[in-house]
């Protein structure tokens, strides 16, 4: 099911597969469109993808490359999908599945839509690849480009965690620290792209990048016994991977690989960088940009691009977009890794922390079946956790082990099954 062109997501007018991302009749976004999926059997799909590899490109019948993948990849998608029994206990719910994309290359689901963004730019020829990153894609653009030789540059803010630039400055990329936020390093990027022969994975080549998050979908469709949960409770930043994900299941169930309707979808942010959640909030079909300021700042996008395309996605589904305060957030990191051993960005305690908060406001009907969206690791942002919990520090005889163990409050009691 080759991709056939690029079409305005406002006015509908059609543009070739090439670099480009914006309308030029109504400055609307572009997105890939498909030839019909019609006359495939839903059965020789099916197949097609089980007989692919254990990565995103099993699901290259969705994504807009003309040609075979490229080999020189790092592999990523097929994460983990692991049932949270005791996470859901906690919450009073039954069934809450997590979505683990803290297991891709570079740990965070940037590694998806990067590897997609870099196979079409390959296709197109270019050498070169970008970002205007929050982080995360910074990481993943570095190690892709790394992986298949080709030249990167990623913008960041200057004040990102320590940890995310290191494991970027590793591949041997250019990083250019941009005294600003995300926003300002965005523009910037968009002004460098007019100017230079380079893919901007998520500027010039975004159309291709957006594609990359619907594997999120089918996956979890996959790793559930190709069934649509109902309810995705997830992350926005941009807007991108939220509404991507229900994309995924809208298509599968389009062309019969899975019955029913897509799932509620609850979007997650951070108090300090809400625009989405306070639009959502107020009523309101567009949002006012913001100045970020949280400890989530591989979400701290203050203007996001898809935000009413999340707000509307929200609302024809019967979710929701919910905010989260810094402590929230902490609490939540810590929430997921006491429940299920998975130890979470501050992307993924924002999550965890919506997800608490449905489930405490009554939101969610005991019997769904929830998947949390777990977009990132702990490891990366070690800060949110210090100070959170506190170390024994003995002289090394078993008498100060007895008594200090002794003076310690008791761990908190497991809830009874
Ligand atoms: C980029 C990112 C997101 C959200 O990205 P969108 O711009 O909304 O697609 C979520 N979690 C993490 C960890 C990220 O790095
Ligand atoms: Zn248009």
């Not at 543009?15 to 997105?31: I, M, N, Q, T």
């Not at 919506?354 to 990366?380: N, S």
């Amino acid at each position: 099911m080759p991709p056939e062109s690029l079409t305005c997501k406002e006015c509908h007018t059609v543009y070739p597969l090439d670099a480009s991302y914006v309308c030029e009749r109504c400055f609307g976004p572009l997105e890939v469109t498909y030839a019909s999926r019609a006359d495939v059997e839903a059965a020789e799909l099916r197949r097609r993808i089980q007989a692919g590899p254990h990565s995103i490109w099993r699901y290259r019948d969705f994504l807009p490359l003309t040609s075979p993948p490229p080999r020189d990849t790092l592999p990523a998608g097929w994460t983990p999908l692991l049932r949270a029994d005791r996470l859901a206990e906690r919450l009073g719910l039954r069934e809450v599945w997590i979505k683990n994309d803290a297991a891709n290359p570079t740990h965070s689901f940037k590694d998806r839509v990067v590897a997609v963004a870099l196979a079409r730019a390959k296709e197109l020829g270019y050498h070169t690849i970008a970002c205007a990153s929050t982080g995360n894609l910074a990481n993943a653009v570095a190690a892709h480009a790394a992986a298949a030789g080709l030249d990167s540059y990623v913008f960041i803010p200057s004040d990102l965690e320590e940890q995310k630039i290191l494991a970027t400055g590793v591949y041997g990329t250019t990083i250019v620290a941009v005294r600003g936020n995300y926003d300002d390093v965005n523009r910037l990027c968009t002004e460098v792209s007019g100017e230079r022969e380079w893919a901007f994975v998520n500027i010039n080549f975004r159309p291709y990048y957006a594609e990359g998050s619907k594997t999120i979908a089918y996956e979890i469709a996959e790793q559930l016994g190709w069934q649509v949960p109902d309810r995705i409770v997830g992350p926005i930043a941009s807007g991108s991977q939220f509404t991507k994900i229900a994309r995924g299941f809208e298509e599968w169930i389009e062309v019969g690989l899975l019955a029913g309707a897509v799932p509620t979808m609850n979007g997650a942010q951070a108090e300090g960088c809400s625009p989405v959640a306070t639009a959502f909030a107020a009523g309101q079909d567009v949002c006012r940009p913001v100045k970020p300021d949280t400890i989530a700042k591989s979400l701290a996008i203050g203007n996001p691009a898809d935000g009413p395309y999340a707000l509307d996605l929200a609302r024809r589904t019967g979710g929701g977009i919910d905010a989260v305060t810094d402590e929230e957030i902490k609490a939540g990191i810590r929430l997921l890794a006491e429940t299920t051993g998975i130890f979470t960005e501050t992307a993924g305690g924002v999550t965890t922390a919506v997800l608490a908060k449905l489930a405490e406001r009554g939101d969610i009907d005991p019997g769904e079946r929830v998947v949390a969206i777990i977009t990132g690791e702990g490891l990366k942002t070690l800060d949110a956790v210090r100070g959170t919990f506190e170390t024994v520090e003995i002289e090394p005889s078993y008498d100060a082990f007895e008594a200090s163990v002794e003076a310690r409050p008791a761990p908190a009691q497991p809830v009874a099954a």
